[in-house]
């Protein structure tokens, strides 16, 4: 069962981690991560302060997948750095997300994970709100240029950004030509939820969750497609960083998929939320046994091997 792999230059066991948001909020949730069989892991993405976040119910599971508007509950930065300051970098490397609500915000953050010199590898969350009115940074693309100027600025360290899923070509093109031309992004994270989807209770005849009218973010099979496509168009685009695939992954097939795309990490989000984190003994074996069958005794002879036909 040798599913060992390399990223960023770090050793893994398993080229599976946890998504962001996902049984990452609280110490008793990191350190099962941090003893489960998942390659690495990462943090809740965090604000500077704590927030309690949406009011409930925020998170549904659906026939398929699930829908969350969460509203960023989160212990504030200071609680993931001395979490990060625990952190067994021996067992597996740690990603520390962070949210923050304004530019400023951001910039106050990194420059403390700068001065706590952690091992941490930086994952940039742009689903980030930006200002009010205004769509998500990630969808902003001159907005995206700036932070990705800024953060790039303050930070000494390569880092990660995690993106929400594109749909058109063109915005795959304007994108990948925005984060080209930024060295230190070392990798993408795709992909976040779908935004802002609606499912319905036709019992009741109302939504499903309280926050946004019901409008929250989708997850687990539904986006399966969407998070291939995302992963193989920045892994075509942006031959100098590494993907981390994201999304519909809920078994071993899933997972090969996501690493055949090009991804080097593949992380689990809503399967996880059901299933807890024995989930990764299961995917780890899962991805064995097809690597068995197709003869592959190392992720390296497949990974972004994908064929077009
Ligand atoms: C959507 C935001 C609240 C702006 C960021 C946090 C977040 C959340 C959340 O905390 O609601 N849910 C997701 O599926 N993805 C996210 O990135």
């Known amino acids: ?7 960023l230059g770090r050793p893994l066991t398993s080229p599976l981690m946890n998504a962001s948001g996902v049984w990452c909020n609280v110490n008793n949730q990191l350190n099962a991560l941090a003893e489960s069989k998942a390659g690495a892991m990462v943090t809740k993405s965090c604000t500077l302060l704590r927030r309690n976040g949406n009011p409930e119910p925020r998170y549904h599971t659906l026939a398929m997948g699930s829908i969350n508007s969460m509203g960023l509950p989160n212990e504030g930065h200071q609680y993931y750095l001395d979490y990060a300051e625990r952190h067994d970098y021996e067992n597996k490397p740690l990603f520390f997300s962070i949210a923050g609500l304004t530019l400023d915000d951001n910039l106050t ?11 941490a590898i930086l994952e940039l969350n742009l689903s980030c709100p930006n200002v009010p009115g205004k769509a998500q940074i990630a969808y902003d693309f001159e907005a995206l240029d700036v932070i990705l100027a800024e953060i790039s600025a303050a930070y000494s360290r390569p880092f990660g950004i995690k993106l929400p899923p594109y749909f058109d070509i063109a915005h795959f093109d304007e ?17 976040n939820s779908i935004g802002n989807g609606l499912m319905i209770d036709i019992n009741s005849e109302t939504v499903l969750i309280k926050p946004k009218e019901g409008f929250g973010g989708i997850g687990g099979d539904y986006v399966l ?4 496509a995302n992963v193989n168009a920045f892994y075509q685009r942006c031959p100098k960083k590494s993907i981390i695939g994201c999304g519909g992954v809920s078994t071993g097939e899933h997972v090969f998929m996501h690493l055949l795309a090009g991804a080097g990490i593949v992380q689990v989000g809503t399967a996880l939320y059901e299933e807890g984190p024995e989930i990764f003994v299961r995917l780890n ?25």
């Open 1 to 7: 069962l040798d599913l060992s792999t390399f990223f």
């Open 109 to 119: 953050m990194v420059a403390q994970i700068q001065d706590a010199y952690t091992p």
């Open 225 to 228: 497609p969407t998070a291939l």
């Open 175 to 191: 994108v990948a030509e925005i984060l080209n031309r930024y060295e230190k992004v070392s990798f993408i994270t795709c992909i």
């Open 285 to 309: 074996i899962e991805l064995a046994k097809i690597m068995k069958e197709k003869g592959y005794k190392t992720i390296r002879e497949f990974q972004g091997k994908l064929k077009t036909i």
